[in-house]
């Protein structure tokens, strides 16, 4: 074994392609290989990128070949230079890959189009890195579920939750697939109630109670959840935002700040020169965030490409054994990557830490009146009446 893991990627997608580049930017490990079946311009980008290039489907070298890619071999040949593969191919793949893995004698992570039961355990780093230490195959889980979890964790771990209520509006379709699917001027229920992240997110936290509905809309640029959390004891304001604070990978929005929806973050990260304009954290809106004696309340975002990706990168650690420390890895990688807590930390005030629930935030008033100039751009709708002024007992204060 060389010093770094060697790191095999099946399926160069959407979701393979930022695992490739995720993992060439940490220093315990590297990229030995790609594979995939087409040889088109996707995959003629992992050539440009200089990452070796293998045929998962023998039949498919000859047109890999004729359209320039140099194939450095079959996924087997792969395989043997491998410590450890992530499963990137198209969802229900796994279950026929699971055995050429086995086979090989190499680790394996798939992703979150697979099922439980694939790999035996669901993974998100923050609440269950120790458990997948030195297993031969984890599942990273899906983009919602994974954002589920970090947020439920954040409070859970407080022993808050009683019940978790979440309504999940889905993109339509991925960006680079935009011409081919997605609907227009409509949105989709889901007809199954609960929608399956919410068990989802129970392999992940097994004692969480939740339930979830879900439907998909005519965009592509992230999916958005509307989150209710019946709490164990009256939770503030201040203890809910000092709770996402305090967990990795959840970062703050708010409209006061002119970040008004989905596209104003799509807009933020391409501003920021991330990636393909990636957002890793879940961008949990501030200014959107309320209380009563009852439940908390929260709205955020979820850049279903790329929000899988540090979690897979810390499985990789997980899996090999190469890291023990969950928070060691997690920081690591947030490093490589550029995972942050503050998205514009120049200009946003820091907010003060709260150990009791009746400390206010210093931030809060000047957060508060910069959002209400952005009030008028509510879609309160013609027909509903003039938009009351929340209480202050709905807004979180006691
Ligand atoms: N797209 C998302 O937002 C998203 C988010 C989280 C998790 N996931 C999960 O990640 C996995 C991959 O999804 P994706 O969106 O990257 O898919 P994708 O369609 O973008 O990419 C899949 C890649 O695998 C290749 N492929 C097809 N057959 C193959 C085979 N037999 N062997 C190897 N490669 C093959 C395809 O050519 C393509 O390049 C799925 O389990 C999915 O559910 C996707």
Known sequence: MSKNVRVAVNGYGVIGKRVADAVRLQPD???????????????????????????????????????????????????????????????????????????????????????HELAGYSFVAQVNYEGAIGRHFARVVSCNTTALSRVAHALHRHGWIERVRAVLFRRGTDPWESHLNGMINTVLPETKVPS??????????????????????????????FTMIETTRPVSLDELRDALWDAPRIAFVRAGDGIVALNSVSELMRDLDRPRGDMWEVAVWEDALAADEREVYLSYQVHNEAIVIPETVDCIRALTGIEKNASKSIARTDAALGVTKSFLPATTKPIGHVTGADVSHPGLEAVRARHAEFRSLGFTGAEEPADPEPTPAQRGGR
């Open 29 to 115: 490990m590297e990229v030995v290989g790609v594979a995939d079946v087409v040889s088109d311009y996707r995959v003629r980008l992992a050539v440009e990128r200089g990452y070796p290039v293998y045929c998962a489907a023998r039949e498919k070298w000859p047109e890999m070949e004729a359209a320039g890619i140099p194939v450095a071999g079959t996924l087997d040949h792969l395989l043997a230079a491998a410590d450890i593969v992530v499963d990137c191919a198209p969802k229900k793949l796994g279950a026929a890959n699971k055995a050429r893995y086995e086979d090989a004698g190499v680790k394996a992570i798939f992703q979150g189009g697979e099922k």
């Open 196 to 225: 399956h992240q919410g068990p989802d997110a129970q392999t992940v936290i097994p004692d969480l109670g939740i339930t979830t509905m879900a439907g998909a809309g005519p965009y592509n640029l992230s999916h958005i959840h």
